[in-house]
């Protein structure tokens, strides 16, 4: 790799937050929302993180920044992105990935939302099909009802 061509440090820390906010939260998690320069995030989890937030807060715009601008201008500053639970399941942790390389991120999930159903449920997740709603309309979920 030339010198003008340095690979960017691990800048960007993608937090997965549940509803207990940061009573859920490990002691990482806690230390990279302490420390980070920006945190983004939707209201309700800015709301959760308060009291440890130091740095700039900025909620996700309306409508959503698909393309992560705000998010990709900070590379190389310490940045947070919280997201709800599990930040690989239908999150923004795969639209963020799609834009940062690996070695530039730390992802710290949290349950995703099928996990706690199925924990609630007793469900065994490998015989769970999971599908999105998000965005899409609720008749594609109809084809997949069925008894059991």
């Known amino acids: 790799m030339s010198k003008n061509k340095q690979p960017k440090p691990q ?7 549940g509803e207990d906010g940061v009573a859920g939260l490990g002691d990482e998690a806690k230390q990279h929302i ?10 309700r989890h800015l709301a959760l993180v308060a009291s440890l937030a130091t740095g700039e807060s900025r909620a996700w715009p309306t ?17 947070c992105v919280l997201a709800s639970g599990d930040p690989f399941f239908h999150g923004v942790g795969v639209t963020l990935a799609r834009k940062v ?4 991120m730390r992802v710290l999930p949290a349950p995703s939302s099928l996990s706690l159903a199925a924990a609630r449920l007793g ?3 490998q015989d769970v099909e999971a599908i999105s709603l998000h965005g899409h309309a609720i008749d594609l979920v ?4 069925h008894h059991g």
């Open 11 to 17: 800048w960007l820390t993608i937090v997965g937050i």
């Open 34 to 43: 302490a420390q980070a320069e920006f945190i983004f995030g939707g209201k």
């Open 63 to 79: 409508p959503f920044d698909t393309e992560m601008g705000d998010v990709l201008a900070r590379a190389g500053k310490r940045t």
């Open 101 to 104: 390389k690996p070695e530039q």
């Open 123 to 125: 469900w065994a997740l």
């Open 142 to 145: 109809r084809p997949l009802l």
